[in-house]
């Protein structure tokens, strides 16, 4: 029953470590970007939604706020800074970002002060019985979420014109200019995609943990770490190491000596995932040598 609990809550978490890791893995192969802010947008989308919610407006409004802000910050960004970085190289586009997140800590804290804020959904209150735990609808929407995330972006980049011209883009940014491909309108399209799941993922994180800024924030470590085991290239392993990520950390937390080692779990699962692709490439340069 413990068991069972901790590892529905888990993969709950998981599941936002995965959209992340989707959201960050979309915009990183279609704009040569790995957006550090990602956590900070999901941050600022939340509180938004909350401050929207606390004005006494219809819950449905605070959760269309919460997407749309994020949206709008990270489309924001992509056409107002990252266009004056996109030949620069990848580490300098990926600190840039790191700037924007300070930014956006900075309104936070400028805007709203320091106390303890829950967003509550209705599907808090909605649960059912799953191998004997109850199991919330926001947990059971966060985990669908991730799955359908995954499923519609894999067709959306094989099948549709625009996700092939975005294929094009991170193949080759200059060779996809040359063939008519609208870059501007493409790379908006990715970096408004990604808002969207940084939107969705912190107004369903700020009510399933808790609705802190830094919290939240930060939270793009453990999805860079699940975008890392899908090699910023795989959505569904993507999918995979942001769950295996937020389990490792919920059952951490069952033993006490253990506990304080589950913030270390998403970086030692990311490294672990590293050495195992990398095997192959070792084997064959001993065969070279």
Known sequence: MVYGLFLVSGLAVGSLYALGGIGLVILRNSTGVLNFAYGAIAAFSAMFAWQIADWGLPGVISWIAAVATGIA???????????????????????????????????????????????????????????????????????????????????????????????????????????????????TLAWGI????????????????????????????????????GRLNSLPMTLAGGLFIGVAESMLTLYKPAAPLRTMAPFVIAALVILWMQRGQKLTFAKEA
């Not at 970085?85 to 924007?100: D, F, M, N, S």
């Not at 107004?203 to 800024?213: A, C, H, K, Q, T």
Request: charged residues 15%; glycine residues 8%; positive net charge.
């Open 73 to 187: 910050l990270s489309v924001a960004y992509g056409r107002l800074i990252a266009p004056s970085l996109a030949w620069r190289e990848p580490a300098v586009k990926a600190i840039a970002t790191l700037g924007y997140m300070l930014i956006l800590l900075g309104l936070i804290g400028f805007i709203w002060e320091d106390a303890l804020r829950k967003i509550e959904l209705p599907s808090d209150k909605a649960a059912i019985s799953i191998l004997g735990v109850r199991v919330t609808m926001t947990r059971i929407i966060a985990f669908t979420v991730s799955i359908a995330a995954v499923i519609i972006m894999v067709q959306y980049l094989r099948r549709s014109h625009t996700g092939l011209n975005m294929r094009a883009l991170a193949d080759n940014r200059d060779h996809a200019a040359l063939l008519g491909i609208p870059i501007v309108k493409t790379e």
């Open 194 to 229: 990604s808002g969207a799941l940084a939107g969705f993922t912190g107004l369903i994180f700020g009510s399933l943990v808790r609705l802190e800024p830094t919290v939240i924030t930060f939270m793009v470590i453990p999805a860079t770490a699940a975008a890392i085991c």
